[in-house]
């Protein structure tokens, strides 16, 4: 199940076989994709191919969370973010709106990315470091 909102009625669960509505929606979800418990996806969200979403996971409209992206539990997703392809996600982060992220990114447990915010990030294929700006 996931959970879509409905203006003056809140927060509705639907299974993952109603197309009809993900398509009126504007919600495109790839293959392969494992959706957690507890998800709640707004208007306008393209999910590419092999993503994970753990449980308790918001994410707002205007959304876009590229191919082989892991994003774990507890986790928000502001309105307006771009998440590269093969990113890993945390427990716990908070992506403010507005915020992009790049390809074969890391961010670990409870890190917050909001305007004007300095963040740590490693690339999963070389495991350099680098200091990210917004």
């Known amino acids: 199940m996931i959970h ?3 203006e003056y009625q809140g927060w509705l669960e639907y299974d993952l076989n109603e197309t009809e509505e993900f398509i009126k929606r504007g919600i495109m979800i790839g293959a392969h994709v494992e ?3 507890d998800v ?3 208007n306008n969200v393209w999910i590419g191919n ?3 979403i753990g449980n308790n996971v918001w994410i707002d409209d205007d959304v876009q969370i590229g191919s082989g ?3 774990e539990y507890d986790t928000h997703i502001g309105t307006w973010v771009s998440i590269g392809n093969n990113v890993w996600i945390g427990n ?3 992506l403010d709106d507005d915020v992009k992220i790049g390809d074969n990114l890391f961010l670990d447990d ?3 990315i909001n305007y004007n915010s300095h963040i740590v990030v490693r690339s999963k294929q ?3 470091i680098k200091k990210v700006s917004s």
Do not use: F, P, R, S
Request: proline share 0%; glycine share 12%.
């Open 4 to 6: 879509l909102w409905e």
């Open 35 to 37: 959706i957690g418990d």
């Open 40 to 42: 709640q996806i707004g």
């Open 50 to 52: 092999d993503v994970k």
């Open 69 to 71: 992206t892991v994003i």
């Open 92 to 94: 716990n982060v908070m």
């Open 110 to 112: 409870g890190t917050a």
């Open 126 to 128: 070389n495991e350099n």
